[in-house]
Nanobody, 127 residues
Framework: QVQLVESGGGLGQPGGSLRLSCAAS????????MGWYRQVPGKQRELVAA???????QYADAVKGRFTITRDNAKNTVILKMNSLKPEDTAVYCC?????????????????????WGQGTQVTVSA
């Protein structure tokens, strides 16, 4: 089984910074794309930032130049550094990863690739 566990978030001030971290654990063979999404009640979940296994990044227009996504492949971790926070950044942030997991049934090795989600962490930007 694979789990994504987020940490960080909380209350940030306008113009301030926050850092989110997400660590994947379990029977992991490899991890492809990793990313952060956010959702506000009543609105669709939106992609904030994503990073591929080779380090290629993409950002939502709303966060370009303010947020930075990085990953540590040795630790199966993805980080979102959020600078110049705005009240409209307030949302529940969830990490996401394409994970190839392994296991064995009756001594036979098998693997499968699925998308996994963290439980979400609240980010509130307010003075």
């Amino acid at each position: 089984q694979v789990q994504l566990v987020e940490s960080g978030g909380g209350l940030g001030q306008p113009g301030g910074s926050l850092r989110l971290s997400c660590a994947a654990s379990g029977s992991i063979l490899s991890i492809g794309d990793m990313g952060w999404y956010r959702q506000v009640p009543g609105k669709q979940r939106e992609l904030v930032a994503a990073i591929s296994s080779d380090g290629t990044t993409q950002y939502a227009d709303a966060v370009k130049g303010r947020f930075t996504i990085t990953r540590d492949n040795a630790k199966n971790t993805v980080i979102l550094k959020m600078n110049s926070l705005k009240p409209e950044d307030t949302a529940v942030y969830c990490c996401n990863a394409d994970v190839t997991a392994y296991g064995s049934i009756d001594g036979v090795f098998h693997f499968s690739t699925s998308q996994y989600w963290g439980q979400g962490t609240q980010v509130t930007v307010s003075a």
